[in-house]
């Protein structure tokens, strides 16, 4: 390749020495002659001479090279030097946290505000351990313009053993709480017909407080062979300070058969709950009310994985035993659910379609709403179907989203209403307007969810959800259902040591009816008032073990309802700590 471009070079440097030459003879005296034309010119082009793209060279670079032959004379040499040993180069990284077994958290406040927890676990063996856990949250009450005493206490033990093994995992646990609230939400008008020597005497005759008391013990175990993938069980026995009892046993065994190279997993419920009021919600209250309410049901469905389809596909079967009102029913529910890739996990497309037969439960009930009268009738609710359609995936490698449409329609769903008053003075203490009752509708609902989550760095995460809802029923209204759920959160690491978070969120309009017929108060609809609350907190790691945490909670010191007639306390301050430990 060199030797032809050396050759072009030449021709190129002929080529301008002959067009130098010729610009010089244009410039010279050439005289006059006479030219006889002999015939016409007719020209004609001449061979060119092609330069070869590999010439052939005749020189001495081109003679046969020339045998050499040598050989080495090893002579040792003596050498002082010793080469030092190569060291590896240490990587960077950051201290590994220490992780401890037990803890133990206090904290107090303003409202007389005491909230404690202790958590402890010890390994027996190499595979089993056992665990147990005491926690309490206590207010003294002080709620501004609240005539009865709103104090309240939750005091809960749990204890547990488990074993992990390699085919086989299962654990226990043995559980007790107690709980005292106080039926404090008497109507703004309570009284008001009444001279006021007599609206004091009776509200000073009024004593609210009412007590919850619950023993469960419960099992499950998972396994890695065999038929039976996992059970489920637990038995909870529920009282109250005015007589009532409820007993609940639930079990869900899970088991898988391969069918045709299908695996198709079932599940098998029984739910039973029974129990009894003392009292029933009248004038004449002294008929108590009992209940025993079983479902039976099973859920066969397998998947199918296709490319970037997975789909399920199975039914539920149930049937649903009411021994104290011969009400036995036979349901049948879908149960399909199909999600697709649009854009890998950038855009998932979900959708489905399921139902099922839900159990109620006076303990369930009192845990959503602790001011209940012990005069409830109860009832499973059958979510005949929900059918939803929705997108979730990453906006970026850090930011992920959810949007879901639904449409459910529910037969029997359970609504809290406030009761109404119309009892003697002299009867219960929650048959002023200052209890709540249970009633069933027929709901249909549209539901709209969305969910947007973010880790702007290993320091700072960010999340906003928000549910809203458009009901039709039945009946009158949707008794105490939102129209709209907003939340967000915010969580901040400063420092090594400094760490803060905050969380807000809107509750919007719910509907609910005060009937007070023997004060002359015709029954109503009642609209309480949406709500905005924001609680931030802020924490100190003085070392691995200690840290220091004060909460705010309520920071707009807002008295808002989240039951009719029942204000929240105000602005609330708890500071305390938390000791991490080892046995």
Known sequence: MKINCRNKIVVLLVLLVCQLSFSQKKNENIGSET????????????????????????????????????????????????????????????????????????????????????????????????????????????????????????????????????????????????????????????GMTLPPQTQEDLIRGINPNHSYNTISLGGNAEFTEGIFSKIATRFTHFSDSFSSSENRFYLKPTFKVDVMDQAITTNVIVDHVSGSFEHNYARDNTEPLKYSLTNFGIEPSFVIHENEWTLELGAGLFYGLDSENSGNKFFIYPKVNASYKLVGDLMIFYTGVNGSLNQNSYADFVTENPFLSPTLNMRPTSNQYTVFAGLKGKLANNVSYNLTGSYLNEKDKALFKSQDYTEDFSNQNYAFGNSFNVVYDDVRTFRFYGELKADFSKNVSFGINGTFNSYKTDGLEAWNLPSMKISSNLDVTITKQWYAGLNVFFVGDRKDMQTNLDFGVEPAVITLKSYFDANAHLGYKYNERLTFFLKLNNIGNQAYEKWLNYPVQGFQVLVGGNYKFDF
């Open 35 to 190: 030219v006889n034309v002999v015939k016409p010119y007719s020209p004609t082009i001449s061979d060119a001479f092609k330069v070869k793209e590999t010439p052939s060279l005749d020189d001495t670079g081109n003679q046969p090279k020339e045998t050499i032959r040598y050989s080495i004379l090893s002579v040792p040499v003596a050498s002082t030097f010793t080469p030092s040993k190569g060291n590896a180069q240490a990587v960077d990284k950051s201290k590994k946290e220490r992780l401890f077994n037990n803890y133990v958290t206090a904290g107090v406040g303003n409202y007389g505000t005491l909230n404690a927890e202790l958590f402890v676990t010890q390994d027996l063996g190499n595979n089993d351990y056992v665990a147990g856990m005491l926690r309490h949250h206590s207010s003294q009450g002080g709620i501004k313009d609240v005539n009865l005493n709103d104090e309240f206490y939750d005091t809960a033990l749990n204890v547990g053993y488990g074993v992990i093994n390699r085919d086989m995992s299962w654990g226990v646990d043995l559980g007790y709480q107690n709980q005292l609230y106080n039926w404090y939400g008497l109507p703004t008008d309570f």
